[in-house]
């Protein structure tokens, strides 16, 4: 293959980008002023999208004709796929599976700090005083996965280590006969049945047309009362209003989310001060290296593309994962 042409949406500061000049036969774009970046859009065979930089990307497409490869290194695409991107040839792909170790040991987490009530020993001891109380075995117990890609089966692969009952909700259930993590598959429509016998909801589905407000008020009604709901995909896949009602009334037992319908969240909003609420700022997957990480599988993907090799991670763009 002749040289490529790989412009960079990105700040060039970015420590990660000097690892691109290190690539064989590849002239590296990175940043610049918007009149910089669009002139070598024009050039780009490949176009790589840092975090946050989907709306360059929207700007500089109409010149963008030589483009034929996409990647974004967010897993999440609802910020991205525009209608002229999904129609135009270029392949798509996407950081899916980078960050889903970190995202399904937090949802673990969140289920073991309700199921052990770690806020109330944490009162007791700021209080200094010594409570004792009962506390759940999360072993037995119905974990209900709603979204079932990466992410939901890392989730249920460490459920399954903690011998709880897995459930989950995907588009195609088909596509998950026979899994063994799985004690069932339901389709969308069923999904009242998954929520009804669930005692922890895990959402982990990206932001399409068709999940959004998927978990509205009919759906959080149909919780027990003992639930609880963690959210790791996107915020607007739930209707945040049914849920702070919900919350805020003692419909359910409790929330852990690190996703929402806006971000940053406002001040002042119920969740700060809900006792019933885990919040974490959307940096639930931020470790230590979870940018080289990110990197890495572009630099990989790279590599296959260069050889005329399938990609990985390539993306439906109609169904927009």
């Not at 010149?63 to 609802?78: E, F, I, K, P």
């Amino acid at each position: 293959m002749d040289e490529v042409r790989l412009l960079v949406l990105a700040d060039p500061a970015v420590p990660q980008l000097g690892r691109l000049e290190r690539l064989r036969g590849v002239r590296v774009t990175a940043g610049g002023t918007r009149d910089e970046v669009a002139a070598a859009a024009v050039e780009a065979d490949v176009i790589l999208v840092w975090f946050g930089a989907a709306g360059m990307l929207r700007e500089i497409w109409p010149r963008a004709t030589r483009a034929v490869w996409v990647h974004s290194m967010a897993a999440g695409l609802d910020h991205l796929l525009f209608p002229e991107l999904a129609e135009s040839p270029a392949a798509l792909t996407n950081g899916r599976g980078v960050f889903s170790q970190s995202l399904a040991e937090f949802a673990i987490g969140a289920v073991l700090f309700f199921a052990k009530d770690f806020r109330r020993m944490l009162r007791s001891q700021a209080r200094g005083a010594w409570e004792p109380f009962d506390v759940e075995v999360v072993g037995g117990r119905t974990l209900g996965i709603v979204g079932y890609g990466d992410i939901g089966r890392a989730v249920a692969r460490r459920a399954r280590s903690l011998d709880m009952r897995v459930l989950a909700l995907r588009r195609e259930p088909a596509r998950s006969a026979g899994d063994p993590l799985l004690d069932q598959v339901f389709a969308p429509e069923a999904r009242f049945d998954l929520l009804a016998r669930s005692d922890y909801v895990v959402v982990s589905a990206p932001l399409t047309e068709e999940t959004r407000g998927l978990l509205g008020r009919p759906e959080i009604a149909a919780l027990k009362p003992s639930a609880v709901v963690v959210n790791v995909g996107r915020g607007p896949v739930i209707l945040e209003a049914a849920l702070v009602e919900a919350l805020e009334r003692g419909r359910i037992r409790g929330a852990a989310l690190d996703v929402f319908e806006t971000e940053p969240l406002p001040p002042g909003h119920p969740f700060y001060r809900l006792e019933n609420v885990l919040l974490s700022p959307h940096c639930a997957d931020h470790t230590g290296d979870w940018l080289d990480q990110a990197m890495d599988f572009f630099i990989e993907n790279f590599e296959r593309f260069r050889k005329g090799a399938p990609l990985q991670n390539v993306v439906d763009k109609r169904k927009g994962y």
